[in-house]
């Protein structure tokens, strides 16, 4: 079975500055995904990526899947108190049109003043 | 916002009864899933459906039973409800680009 491991689990940062999370995987990625949420509430969907080599980026946020497909990184830049939450890495490790997500576990993420 | 509510949104019940959750989406997505999230654990799928009255079982489907008899309706049920079963639970979607959606959560106790 595939296992995604996230790094850091948690991270303490000043606003304003970068900082960047990380999602490995023991195989190969056919699909990986980025949530964000907040304590008590839903995931918000941030991306998709699904091709080695891949980055997207929304407002401050850009994700990246590597050429080999078993790591992604998302980067935060010039970060802000609304960054703060949990974020989710999801990936979806099969060929087939299901997308059956596993899930890391999280990193918690806190935005200093 | 993909259209995705859950109810209800908070449950209590005891140990042994059966419970079902509802998943409705006004979008006519083909897939639905569901996940439960645990401390420690992160989020774990259940079942998914791939269309009406076409569903599998996911990773943790022990103890729970789907059913989809309308596109826009995917029901969760608790046969008999444990305490293990405490958890938030939450449905998803999967549209045409495989982008994947979740609903608001609901929040089970089985005391």
């Known amino acids: 079975s595939q296992e995604l491991e996230q790094s850091p689990q948690s991270l303490i940062v000043q606003e304003g500055k970068n900082l960047t999370i990380n999602c490995t995987s023991s195989?190969?990625?056919?699909?990986l995904y980025w949530y964000k949420q907040k304590y008590g509430e839903g995931l918000i969907f941030l991306m998709m990526?699904?091709?080695?080599?891949e980055e997207k980026s929304h407002e401050k946020i850009t994700a990246k899947l590597d050429e080999k497909k078993q790591q992604s990184s998302l980067h935060i830049t010039a970060s802000q108190p609304s960054h703060a939450g949990i974020y989710l890495c999801?990936?979806?490790?099969?060929?087939?049109?299901?997308?059956?997500?596993?899930f890391g576990t999280g990193t918690r993420l806190q935005v200093t003043l | 916002d993909a259209g995705i509510t859950q109810s209800p949104r908070h449950k209590v019940t005891e140990t042994g009864t059966p419970v079902t959750l509802r998943c409705h989406q006004t979008?006519?997505?083909?897939?639905m899933y569901w996940y439960r999230q645990d401390p420690g654990h992160g989020l774990r799928l259940i079942h998914y459906s791939y269309g009406v009255k076409d569903t599998d079982k996911g990773e943790v489907s022990d103890g729970y039973s789907v059913s989809r008899s309308k596109t826009e309706d995917f029901l969760l049920t608790l046969e008999s409800a444990t305490s293990s079963q405490t958890s938030v639970y939450f449905c998803?979607?999967?549209?045409?680009?495989?982008?994947?959606?979740f609903g608001p959560g609901t929040r089970l106790t089985v005391t």
């Open positions: 999801g990936a979806d490790g099969s060929t087939g049109t299901a997308s059956k997500l596993t």
């Open positions: 979008e006519n997505h083909r897939y």
């Open positions: 998803a979607i999967r549209d045409r680009t495989y982008e994947q959606y």
């Open positions: 990526l699904q091709k080695g080599g």
């Open positions: 195989k190969t990625l056919y699909g």
